[in-house]
């Protein structure tokens, strides 16, 4: 599953406030910088001034005190100390490091270079103290003359204290610099409302219209020539899925009038077939009954005719009987063919049914000089699920065609051999007779269909057999045999719960 991403339009957003912190936070540090360097100069320019005095007032009052033999700064330092001015440092020292007076902080007890530059070489210094991003002051040593010679040195350190915002340079500063963050972003963000994401909320939403099956639907926007490119293929992409519809709709309209008319074309078929089947069955039931029956109405015309003979009128009524058996017998083939029976279904052995079937044809009379052949491989019981009795008629009826097929043969001959293929059993009959003819393998499943002479067969055996192994979940295959005779292939489902 992919992980969910945020919007075009959120992104966006981010972005531009980003850019536009960071345009604040820059143009803020450098006038920052800025303005603390003025601060700085200011602060300097103040205590250069304020050393300035100070010195000025400390050698006047010098050279008028005449009396006091010395230099008296207390009177004049601690006049400042009551100003607004923050000290951190205030005193004066003599040429032996020894403090003369202290208003605040504490004078080294060894002499720094600018206390030494004062002192020996009668030049002030003044310098900043302390990193850029922390406490800072500045620092302001000049030296004090008395009567021409320099007497001592005065120190004078004040912080410098961070510029304020509100009021101020400063606040104008970031009062600035927010402003135009605010304005680029506004703008930014307009522009690319009005350039970028809208025309993709258009494209957008054409594309869900075509994709909800609105085909035909065009896409406009004002926007950049890709844009553009992409609308017209878009267009054009829609036009034609209207056009396939359009295409696709008629050809599905001639696809169901034509199913339609292969439909009713089929519906005749089916009845044709049904018809021709119906009129084959009644041909051949009509074939099979009529002989006899013409029979029967012949010996009972000769009884009217030939009255008075016992022996005559006893031969004609058991040769009726006969052909009065043989229309039983056609009719109740008939019924067999087409009826359901309500048999059991069980699990039975081919092997065994199938050598019960060769035991029984061997007896038919007219079976005499047929040598019936079973193989069986493999050996162990190969099991299917079917109604025992159908099985064996099945195996009879196969075994009785072989027979037949083979008259005229020097050495007549009739196998059945039982083999099995993965999950199947697979049954084949074979006989040394001429084989089927092609019109004997188109119809040979069809009932009434005999390739025997009238009266010797009523062409219901292969009919009903094939029915039978269908139901089973089998299938019967004619073929002629390479070596000639015909050829009846028979394959079963394996009953693998046995």
Not at 179 to 187: E, N, Q, Y
Not at 380 to 402: G, M, S
């Amino acid at each position: 599953m992919k992980p969910s991403r945020a919007s075009l339009w959120v992104e966006i957003v981010l972005a531009l406030s980003l850019i536009t912190l960071i345009t604040i936070v820059l143009n803020a540090g450098v006038f920052w910088l800025i303005l603390k360097r003025g601060e700085e100069e200011r602060r300097t320019d103040l205590a250069v001034a304020l050393v300035d005095g100070m010195v000025a007032q400390l050698e006047v009052a010098a050279r008028d005190s005449v009396s006091s033999g010395g230099l008296r700064p207390a009177e004049i330092l601690e006049a400042y100390t009551g100003s607004s001015i923050s000290f951190d440092e205030l005193y004066i020292v003599n040429s032996d490091a020894r403090p003369i007076h202290v208003v605040a902080g504490s004078p080294p007890k060894v002499l720094d270079a600018s206390l030494r530059m004062a002192l020996f070489g009668r030049k002030s210094d003044a310098r900043i103290e302390g990193v850029v991003w922390g406490d800072r002051a500045v620092q302001v040593t000049a030296p004090v003359s008395v009567r021409g010679a320099s007497a001592a040195a005065i120190r004078v350190r004040l912080p410098l204290a961070a510029p304020s915002v509100y009021g101020s340079p400063s606040g104008f500063t970031l009062a600035y610099t927010t402003s135009t963050g605010v304005l680029i972003a506004v703008f930014s963000f307009s522009l690319f409302r009005r350039r970028l994401i809208r025309p993709i909320a258009e494209v957008r939403e054409g594309t869900r219209r075509i994709a909800d099956g609105e085909f035909g639907h065009q896409v406009e926007v004002d926007a950049a020539v890709e844009f553009q490119a992409l609308c017209d293929a878009l267009n054009t992409m829609s036009t034609d899925l209207a056009q396939f519809r359009g295409r696709t709709a008629e050809q599905v309209e001639n696809l169901r009038q034509a199913n339609v008319e292969l439909q009713a074309a089929q519906s005749a078929l089916v009845r044709s077939e049904r018809l021709a089947g119906v009129g084959r069955l009644a041909a051949g039931l009509a074939h099979e009954v009529g002989n006899p029956l013409s029979a029967v109405l012949g010996y009972l015309e000769f009884l009217e005719q030939s009255p008075g003979e016992p022996d005559l009128q006893t031969d004609l009524l058991r040769r009726s009987r006969l052909e009065l058996e043989r229309i039983h017998r056609i009719i109740r083939a008939l019924l067999d063919y087409s009826r359901q029976d309500l048999q059991e279904v069980e699990s039975v052995s081919v092997g065994e049914v199938a050598g019960e079937a060769v035991d029984l044809v061997r007896h038919v009379p007219r079976m005499k000089g047929v040598d019936f052949l079973l193989q069986l491989v493999p050996e162990e019981p190969l099991q299917i699920r079917i109604e025992r009795d159908k099985l064996h008629q099945v195996f009879v009826n196969l075994l009785l065609n072989a027979g037949d097929a083979s008259v005229g043969q020097a050495n007549r001959t009739a196998a059945l051999a039982v083999t099995r293929s993965e999950a199947q059993v697979c049954i084949r009959c074979t006989d040394n007779g001429p084989g089927f003819s092609e019109q004997a393998l188109e119809r040979a499943l069809e009932p009434f269909f005999t390739t025997k002479e009238p009266g010797k067969g009523t062409g219901l055996g292969l009919a009903i057999s094939a029915r039978v192994i269908e139901a089973a979940g089998g299938s019967l295959n004619l073929a002629n045999g390479a070596d000639g005779g015909a050829r009846v292939d028979v394959v079963f489902p394996l009953d693998l719960s046995s």
